[in-house]
């Protein structure tokens, strides 16, 4: 029993000989090296686009526990009220070419959207995130809405015209030509509630990845070595462009009336409304396949829109440079308080591809970065408080504090 009592005393005094014995090795060590007196460096703040290593947005990726998305920035204050604190940016889904118009079916809560180079429109389902092809071949479609009516509008690159899929699953061609001539290849459209529909109308089907080039001697197949007929179904490759890049209106008659020249806004791509439909904002572009001219600039116009729907007191609203970054525009959206939301494509520059959000007055106020280039986005979700975001080869999505205006 005694000898059990000093066993049970003694082992703390070893435990204590053994620390003072490694404290003391531990100090001599950090006299020697006072490197290892510096803590390891840890993350200075949670994963985003820009960390290296860069945040992972696969489901394999690690869930974003922050209060706040480390993507979502506010540059003005006032974009706290917009963005939805606990809300993560989310990848739906990759593998597209190149992954365009998304929009947003509120009767049958789906998201549709083009993947232009694979010629064809797929569809996420908000009940169980199943995605699907909706539509094969789809015209390498561009830009999707939906009307005031539930129906969707389609602007088809290859067969270079505006198609509305009706309820009963027909389909109409709202446009194909102007005065004559055979359109480009229709990029985006936006439905008015007085019926009509608004499209832009850029060149950048006439290439080989989106669409069909030019016959022989057109603009963008000057040469004629490109054979715009190969993979195509008969009748396919013998257009040639003919028009300037315009932005025109289809009247609920079926007239189609030029809105916006080329001379105003060259390579015009995506386009909106405001919320009271008072003004038409207008995407330009950067340079598209047959131009002759310097094209576009990669920045956004604003105009007003009259009673009589002509259009005046053009300004521009943003030259969408950020830090000496092109933040090349594409596709815009508003929100019911009339804020710009629009897709932003910087390349390689890092940090800068994903969403710009503009005041009324032309101000920047947020940025959602995105790890890939984006084209296109829209509201959805049965509150409509949802964003998308068309990125290249995925979808991604997140709540906000706000809902988009307008269908589609």
């Not at 070419?97 to 232009?116: C, F, H, K, M, T």
């Not at 094969?136 to 809405?145: F, I, M, V």
């Not at 993979?231 to 079926?254: F, H, M, V």
């Not at 975001?389 to 906000?400: H, L, R």
Request: a neutral charge; charged letters at 20%; one cysteine or more.
């Amino acid at each position: 029993m005694t000898d059990q009592l000093t066993d049970s005393q003694q082992r703390p005094e070893l435990s204590r000989r053994h620390l003072i014995a490694a404290m003391g090795t531990g100090a001599l060590a950090m006299a020697t090296n006072p490197a290892l007196a510096q803590a390891p460096p840890g993350p200075i703040g949670p994963p985003s686009t820009i960390t290296s290593p860069p945040r992972d947005f696969s489901r394999n990726g690690a869930p974003t526990t922050y209060f706040t998305d480390p993507d979502i920035l506010a540059i003005d204050p006032v974009f706290n009220n917009y963005a939805q604190p606990n809300s993560a940016i989310q990848r739906l889904w990759t593998g597209a070419l190149w992954a365009e118009g998304p929009a947003w079916n509120a009767q049958g809560r789906y998201l549709v959207w083009s993947d232009i180079p694979n010629n064809r429109q797929l569809r996420w389902l908000e009940d169980d995130g199943r995605v699907s092809i909706f539509r094969t071949p789809s015209g390498n479609s561009n830009g999707n809405s939906f009307d005031f009516q539930g129906r969707q509008l389609s602007c088809e690159h290859l067969n270079r015209r505006v198609v509305r899929y009706e309820l009963d699953g027909s389909a109409t061609v709202l446009a194909d030509s102007f005065e004559g001539k055979k359109l480009n290849s229709p990029n985006d459209i936006v439905a008015h509630p007085d019926g009509s529909y608004w499209f832009t109308d850029p060149p950048y089907g006439g290439q080989l990845y989106e669409g069909a080039p030019d016959a022989a001697g057109g603009p963008s197949n000057p040469s004629g070595r490109l054979n715009p007929r190969l993979g195509q179904l008969a009748g396919i490759g013998t257009a040639k462009r003919e028009l300037p890049t315009n932005c025109y209106r289809i009247d609920p008659s079926g007239r189609i009336d030029r809105v916006v020249t080329e001379e105003q806004v060259p390579d015009p791509n995506g386009l909106c409304f405001s919320p009271d439909f008072k003004k038409l904002y207008v995407v330009s572009t950067g340079k598209g396949p047959g131009d002759t001219g310097p094209g576009g600039k990669g920045d956004l116009h604003v105009f007003d829109v009259g009673a009589d729907n002509k259009l005046g007191n053009q300004k521009l609203f943003s030259d969408c440079m950020l830090d000496g970054v092109k933040c090349g525009p594409d596709g815009v959206r508003s929100d019911v308080d009339g804020n710009l939301w629009v897709s932003s494509n910087a390349g390689r520059a890092v940090g800068y591809s994903g969403v710009q959000v503009f005041n009324p007055a032309g101000k920047l106020i947020g940025r959602i970065r995105l790890p890939e280039v984006c084209g296109n986005i829209c509201f959805g979700g049965p509150k409509r408080n949802r964003l998308f975001m068309a990125a290249s080869q995925s979808i991604y999505a997140v709540y906000v504090n706000t809902q988009g205006a307008g269908p589609g």
